[in-house]
């Protein structure tokens, strides 16, 4: 077999099969950006690579996937934290006008150009930690022109640096102030204008929706999920953050890639989530910037044998984090997965709650080259350091 670059010498966490997949004398192999062998060296056929890369024993893992952000957005909302550090509530803030709808204002006064100049630096902290793929939603725009240009600018930091960029409709994300006195005509013009009109664009690859007292009904955001069907769109859905209003088992009843959040899921969530096969996506940046007191039910979704991702929530007001490594570690630390789990939440199954199983998330042949080399002695490092970025080279589609 004639191949385009051998990575040689190193250890692998293959990410494929039932666990994380340790190999500790492993090769992997790509010819025109995909992986053709990823193993022992022992078992690798003869390869006859153009160029041979020399790990040195180094750990290679599938390029990360950060698969929940909101990376596009106009200002900060550091006035919200310190209302917060004095007391105020998540749900107090956005009952008067804080909130998703303070970003909202600022987004709207945003161009295009100013969007994208304002995630670049948010989204390079994460490609320095080796992150490959990145789910982008919109949500902060709340009318048809800025949700679209939201997603506009969300493409454009595909074109502009190395990386995938999975577009997910957040139009469900607030009411604006315009439709305060009937969420019932935004959520229409949502499900009936703005979904079909960008989805026709080629702008949207998944929909999502805020499902909570603050944001949207069972009933509207069923409304939503409706119409992403019927124009054969994935859905996925904020779910059991701030209460329980069953979010997550509206979502599993529409084959949803992902729930997330999942504070307050409930044994009946979870049993849907598992029936569905929905990754249930954990955010411990949300978790412990807002100072939640619940944490996610991990060890029950773990008996349910319940796919659990991980994600940064990247956000201007519940989760300005941009860095997957610490987001590791705060799952560890504080939702108390392990480190295989860890490592598998923001690769395999990463990959699962975009709808990208087939493309990446492992090393695979076929999948993708997206890999992350480390210099590390031992897997637990990238979750038990805080703060330290032990990246040695990240490729994207073999390079």
Request: aromatic share 4%; with cysteine.
């Given at each position: 077999?004639?191949?385009?670059?051998?990575?040689?010498?190193?250890?692998?966490?293959?990410?494929?099969?039932?666990?994380?997949?340790?190999?500790?004398?492993?090769?992997?192999?790509?010819?025109?950006?995909?992986?053709?062998?990823?193993?022992?060296?022992?078992?690798?056929?003869?390869?006859?690579?153009?160029?041979?890369?020399?790990?040195?024993?180094?750990?290679?893992?599938?390029?990360?996937?950060?698969?929940?952000?909101?990376?596009?957005?106009?200002?900060?909302?550091?006035?919200?934290?310190?209302?917060?550090?004095?007391?105020?509530?998540?749900?107090?803030?956005?009952?008067?006008?804080?909130?998703?709808?303070?970003?909202?204002?600022?987004?709207?006064?945003?161009?295009?150009?100013?969007?994208?100049?304002?995630?670049?630096?948010?989204?390079d902290a994460l490609i320095a930690e080796g992150v490959t793929t990145v789910e982008v939603k919109s949500g902060y725009g709340l009318s048809l022109e800025v949700e679209g240009r939201m997603l506009q600018a969300a493409g454009r930091l595909g074109r502009d640096r190395p990386i995938r960029i999975r577009r997910t409709f957040l139009g469900a994300h607030a009411t604006p102030p315009e439709f305060v006195h009937d969420p019932d005509a935004y959520i229409a013009l949502v499900a009936d204008e703005m979904l079909p009109r960008l989805a026709g664009e080629g702008l949207v690859d998944a929909v999502d929706a805020f499902c909570e007292g603050v944001g949207f009904s069972l009933s509207q955001v069923r409304r939503v999920f409706d119409a992403a069907a019927a124009l054969g769109l994935p859905?996925?859905?904020?779910?059991?953050?701030?209460?329980?209003?069953?979010?997550?088992?509206?979502?599993?009843?529409?084959?949803?890639?992902?729930?997330?959040?999942?504070?307050?899921?409930?044994?009946?969530?979870?049993?849907?989530?598992?029936?569905?096969?929905?990754?249930?996506?954990?955010?411990?940046?949300?978790?412990?910037?807002?100072?939640?007191?619940?944490?996610?039910?991990v060890d029950a979704l773990r008996a349910a044998g319940v796919p659990m991702a991980i994600a940064t929530d990247c956000n201007p007001g519940t989760s300005p984090l941009t860095s997957l490594l610490l987001t590791m570690n705060m799952a560890a630390t504080l939702f108390r997965l392990t480190v295989d789990e860890c490592l598998l939440g923001v690769t395999r199954h990463a990959a699962r709650a975009l709808g990208l199983a087939a493309e990446t998330g492992a090393l695979e042949v076929g999948k993708s080259c997206d890999l992350a080399i480390w210099a590390i002695e031992r897997p637990a490092e990238l979750v038990y350091r805080m703060g330290f970025n032990p990246l040695h080279a990240r490729i994207w589609r073999g390079q």
């Open positions: 077999m004639r191949c385009g670059t051998v990575w040689t010498d190193a250890r692998l966490l293959t990410m494929a099969g039932g666990d994380v997949g340790r190999v500790e004398d492993g090769v992997v192999a790509a010819t025109d950006g995909r992986i053709v062998y990823a193993g022992a060296r022992r078992d690798a056929p003869d390869l006859s690579p153009r160029d041979t890369i020399t790990c040195d024993g180094r750990w290679i893992t599938p390029g990360l996937i950060d698969c929940h952000t909101h990376l596009i957005h106009g200002g900060d909302r550091s006035q919200e934290f310190e209302l917060r550090l004095n007391g105020a509530s998540y749900e107090e803030i956005a009952r008067a006008g804080g909130g998703i709808v303070s970003t909202m204002t600022a987004t709207r006064q945003a161009t295009e150009a100013e969007l994208v100049a304002g995630a670049l630096p948010r989204l859905v996925k859905l904020h779910a059991e953050q701030l209460s329980n209003l069953h979010g997550a088992e509206l979502a599993a009843s529409y084959g949803a890639l992902s729930a997330d959040h999942l504070e307050h899921l409930d044994a009946a969530g979870i049993a849907a989530l598992a029936r569905s096969g929905t990754v249930a996506t954990l955010l411990p940046g949300a978790f412990y910037f807002v100072r939640e007191q619940q944490r996610p039910p």
